[in-house]
């Protein structure tokens, strides 16, 4: 079995109730079969209140305007603070810590839901890299394309390799990224994998870049999918609409003196140059693979870049409403979590999001 994990990984460590928000809402939080059967059991007022927190048809905890009915005053669990945290559900225990199965490899990252985890990733300066460990167990899955795979991981080492390097503009990246991707994905519409290699041995970055602020048009067509998502959390609900109201509703004019204003600044040009590096690797290295079960490897990398984009969109946007004041790493971490939290979270939004990504960047002729 292969273990891939980021480099940091096992640097990360909960705020708890320093955290700016809380893990326990906004989504089920299912239970395995393991603690139910524990906390069906457990004595005392604890266990009473634990089973009365239960929705035992649906496995998961009861949820009250918005959060776990098991959380006090100070948004904490009374599981974790009287029993410790290995009394947690799998669930609870682990997050934000994720992993990706896949035969014979196993892949752990951090989710970009967590504050913290965000944050932590939004401030590296350094590339984001990873590392694999391997034991002698192994496992089969049912009709698991070990060729595809194998294909995959080695594109999603190139993909990496084009977007972390420094000496072209993101755009510029991106594009070739997008572009590789696009090449990779008609060999596998085709069913001719063995060419796969070869397109990624051969390929060069390009040349050319795009003007953000020239997309003004085709970003406000776009802005249609954020009102299609089922909206988990009423903060996201409030951000989609101001937003649209801030940044979109006012004018093309407006919207250039906000770009100008936010992306003239050259120190925070920079910083924002790296939070878009980390972001794409960090999404490049969750999705990519993912393609292994449905052949959609171009839509996942188109989602990541949508994501990348609308992310600092929406930090435009929180730019807009304190200028003078506008912190960039707090503001980018708060947007990046509260974006994933909408999307990691919920099925229906990220296949909504992958399938409007790959469209909307076709259309625009990559």
Known sequence: MVYRRSTDYEKFACLAGKCPDTCCGGWNVGIEEESLEWYASME????????????????????KDGHCVLMDKEGLCPIHRELGGDALPDTCREYPRHV????NVREYSLSLSCPEAARMLLEKEEKMSFYEEEDESGEEF???????????????????????????SVETRIN???????????????????EMEAILENFREAKRSIEGRAEY?????????????DWLRPQWGELVEDTWKGLFAKGEEEYGRLWEAFHGDKEREARLELMREQLLAAYVDLYVCGAVYDGELFSKAALAVFSTRWIEEFLLFRFSVSEKNFSLLEEASVVTYRFAREVEHSDNNLLLLEDWAK???MVQKI
């Open 44 to 63: 005392g007022e604890l266990g009473k209140r634990i089973r009365s927190a239960i929705d035992w048809e649906e496995e998961c905890f009861i949820q």
């Open 100 to 103: 990706e199965e896949y035969e």
């Open 142 to 168: 049912e009709e698991f394309d070990q060729e595809l795979f194998g294909e995959l991981r080695k594109a999603r080492e190139v993909f990496l390799k084009i977007l972390q390097n420094r000496n072209v």
């Open 176 to 194: 070739t990224f997008l572009r590789l991707a696009s090449e990779l994905q008609n060999c596998v519409d085709e069913d001719k994998l063995e």
């Open 217 to 229: 048009d085709g970003k406000r067509v776009d802005y249609a999918v954020f009102y299609e998502m």
């Open 359 to 361: 469209s909307r960047i």
